[in-house]
């Protein structure tokens, strides 16, 4: 996120051509992406089901966690790349569960175009202002990143401790 805000702001100081540079960022966001599938897509389930026993993962739970992803999962990638540290997450979940590739690719690469034109975009309407509020827009992210991050795992304890409750 720091380099296409500072690459924004290259672009609006004329050092950059906003047409090549917005290429660049949009192919290296698909090539992060892509590969993190990659991994998932050959290692991750193999890696699940060998060592997915030392962290409770079952393979009912790797089956629940597929059908989870074939129906929500595109949208947590389309989305996951403005969440810290969880769009790689998410792609390799995709590769994982064999979300097929043309689905991955619609909404990953969907998700990385209006990732890059954001930041680009921010970069350059900040301008001059940008070097003033980089900080309060970094601590900002973070925040909001790790605020989605806490809520969404406060729901899945939630939910895991209810099912347990419910099962004794």
């Keep these: 996120e720091t380099i296409l805000l500072f690459t924004g702001y290259l672009i609006f100081k004329g050092y950059l051509h906003p047409l090549p540079a917005a290429s660049a960022a949009f192919l290296g966001a ?13 290692l991750g389930f193999y890696l699940l089901q060998k060592y ?84 309060q827009l970094h601590r900002g992210a973070l925040i909001a990143s790790g605020s989605v991050v806490l809520l969404v795992s406060a729901f899945l304890l939630c939910r895991y401790f209810r099912s347990r409750r419910l099962a004794s």
């Design 30 to 42: 698909c090539c992060g992406i892509t590969l993190s599938y990659g991994l998932g897509r050959y």
């Design 52 to 135: 997915g026993r030392f962290l409770h993962i079952s393979p009912e739970r790797l089956a629940q966690v597929q059908a989870w992803f074939q129906r929500w999962g595109k949208w947590a990638l389309f989305f996951g790349y403005f969440l810290v540290g969880v769009r790689h997450l998410t792609a390799f979940t995709a590769g994982s569960s064999r979300l097929q590739f043309r689905v991955f690719g619609a909404f990953a690469y969907a998700g990385a175009c209006l990732w890059a034109l954001s930041f680009l975009s921010l970069g350059y309407f900040l301008g001059e202002e940008l070097p003033k509020v980089y900080h």
